[in-house]
Every structure is written in structure tokens, then in C-alpha cells.
């Protein structure tokens, strides 16, 4: 069974202030999409990394994806209100269409 | 252009009762899932369809739970009888095959 692990569960942090999340696994994933949810909406996709040690940016948030495809991170620089939000990581599983989500980690930002 | 919608976004309904969740998914979409979401157990995948036709309901929970979809603009999950451990919030979504998921707002049922 693919599972994937997310920490820390709950970050609450000051606005301007730096933090990673991680997403770990045991097992390979052929790709890896990171998601943000806000409170009473659905998932929206931010990215999608395929290739072992890819790095992708947006803005001011970096994705990177492990070497042996097993693990990612999400590192936010100068984190803003607005970032506040559930991520998820999701990773391919054993058919193109079947996503293995996270658990998710809660990020508050404070003003 | 408009989202997956799904309609009704929340419902309170007695143990026993049928519960029929509905979802509209984005035009020229292919495919179409339904997942449901708990504090428990996160995002699980219960039923995937692809034009039109059920590919995957491994993620059903049990037959209590069916889930159709007559055309390509349309699709439901049933769930009969409701029980309260089946309170949580169910997300349709969709795609074009291989392409980016779209997640609806999602339906957010309380059993009582």
C-alpha cells in the first residue's frame, strides 16, 4: 500500500517568516503534485514534479522532489496571510489516475 | 468558464435517509471522480469514471454507496441508508485524461 506522510500537521507562523513542509514515502511515485485548499473550497493543483531532484518555483514558493521520487518538500520564503491554507501532497499511484493524497498540513499565517 | 459544481453544497439529513449528491463537471472533460474527505482519513478516491463509464469503484465503501453518471454533463453519488459515520465532505472533480483535476466545492454532509 502507498502511503504518503506530511509534517509537520499544523504550522501557525508570523507573517515574513520562512517554513518548509515535507511530504515523505516509502515508495516510488512517478510524479508528485502539491495542492492548496482553503477553508470550504476544493483542492486547486499548484505543481507537479516528475523527475527525480527536480526543483520548480512559483513565486515565492519552491518545490522540490527527491532524487529517488519518494519524498518532496514545499518551502515558503516570506510567507504572507494569504498562504493560509491546507496543503496536500499527492503522488501517482499505481494507475495514472489514482492519486495518493497526504494527510495535509494546516499552515495559519498570522498578520 | 464554470467550475465543477456540485449541488446541494451542504445537507443535514437523519440516519437512514437517502442522500443523493450531485455534480455537474467541467464541458469537454473526460473524466470524472468523486472523492470524499474526513479529519480521519483525509482524501480517498471512491469512484472514477471515464467517458462516462465506471472505471474504478474500489474506493466505494460498501453497498450503500452507488454512484452513476448518464452523460457526460452529469454524474451522482447515492448513498442509502446514510449512517453518521458517513459525515464528511464529498468532492466530485474532473479532467480531460492525464491532464490537471479540477475539484468541485464540494458537499458537506452531516448524518444525524
Known amino acids: 500500500t502507498q502511503l504518503l506522510e506530511q509534517s509537520p500537521q499544523f504550522l501557525s507562523i508570523q507573517e515574513g517568516e520562512n517554513l518548509t513542509v515535507y511530504c515523505n514515502s516509502s515508495s516510488v511515485f512517478s510524479s508528485l503534485q502539491w495542492y492548496r485548499q482553503e477553508p470550504g473550497e476544493g483542492p486547486v493543483l499548484l505543481v507537479t514534479v516528475v523527475t527525480g531532484g527536480e526543483v520548480k518555483k512559483l513565486k515565492r514558493l519552491t518545490f522540490q522532489f527527491g532524487d529517488a521520487r519518494k519524498d518532496s518538500s514545499l518551502h515558503i520564503t516570506a510567507a504572507q496571510p494569504g498562504d493560509t491554507g491546507l496543503y496536500l501532497c499527492a503522488g501517482e499511484g499505481d494507475s495514472s489516475y489514482k492519486l495518493i493524497f497526504g494527510s495535509g498540513t494546516r499552515l495559519l499565517v498570522r498578520p | 468558464d464554470a467550475g465543477v459544481i456540485q449541488s446541494p453544497r451542504h445537507e443535514v439529513t437523519e440516519m437512514g435517509q437517502e442522500v443523493t449528491l450531485r455534480c455537474k463537471p467541467i464541458?469537454?472533460?473526460?473524466?470524472l471522480f468523486w472523492y470524499r474527505q474526513t479529519m480521519m482519513r483525509g482524501l480517498e478516491l471512491l469512484i472514477y469514471?471515464?467517458?462516462?463509464?465506471?472505471?474504478?469503484d474500489s474506493g466505494m465503501p460498501e453497498d450503500r454507496f452507488s454512484a452513476k453518471m448518464p452523460n457526460a454533463s452529469f454524474s451522482t453519488l447515492k448513498i442509502q441508508p446514510s449512517e453518521p459515520r458517513d459525515s464528511a465532505v464529498y468532492f466530485c472533480?474532473?479532467?480531460?485524461?492525464?491532464?490537471?483535476?479540477?475539484f468541485g466545492e464540494g458537499s458537506w454532509l452531516t448524518v444525524v
Open positions: 469514471f471515464n467517458n462516462n463509464v465506471p472505471i474504478d
Open positions: 472533480a474532473s479532467s480531460t485524461s492525464g491532464n490537471t483535476i479540477y
Open positions: 464541458s469537454g472533460h473526460n473524466s
